[in-house]
């Protein structure tokens, strides 16, 4: 019996590790999210760097998204899916990150969002 008792123990301790401790960011975070990727898509210079802080706006150039719109757009037409894995701190941000999983059926990319005070400071598609 007291084996039993132990492994029920230890069965609730890895159901306890197996639920997320946050299963989506705030909703300002998602508002960024989703208006940095709808602006990357769309090659909206002007509309991803609204989003950003002053050290973010300063680094990235119009060729910069163009760059990356160009590789992203002809996937993110054709539909996909962004599923929030979580987040962690890292130099003062917090750091979000999603998978995309695009209906094309190639590679998922790993999306980052680095957020303080309610702007991006750094946002990467890996």
């Known amino acids: 019996m007291n084996k ?3 492994l029920i123990g230890l069965a609730a ?3 306890l590790m197996a639920v997320p401790l946050q299963a ?5 975070t998602q508002n960024v999210f989703q208006k940095l990727m709808g602006a990357t898509v769309s090659n ?3 509309a991803f760097v609204a989003q950003c802080d002053a050290t973010m706006k300063a680094s990235l150039t119009k060729p910069m998204l163009e760059g990356v719109s160009r590789l992203i757009e002809p996937r993110a037409s054709q539909a996909y899916e962004a599923e929030y894995l979580g987040e962690l701190k890292k130099q003062g941000y917090q750091v979000h990150l999603w998978c995309l999983h695009f209906k094309d059926g190639g590679d998922d990319i790993l999306a980052t ?3 303080k005070n309610g702007q ?3 946002f990467y598609l890996k």
């Open 113 to 115: 969002l680095s957020m």
């Open 4 to 6: 039993f008792i132990k």
């Open 24 to 28: 989506e960011p705030n909703e300002a």
């Open 120 to 122: 991006a400071g750094g």
């Open 44 to 46: 909206n210079y002007d």
């Open 13 to 15: 301790v890895f159901l």
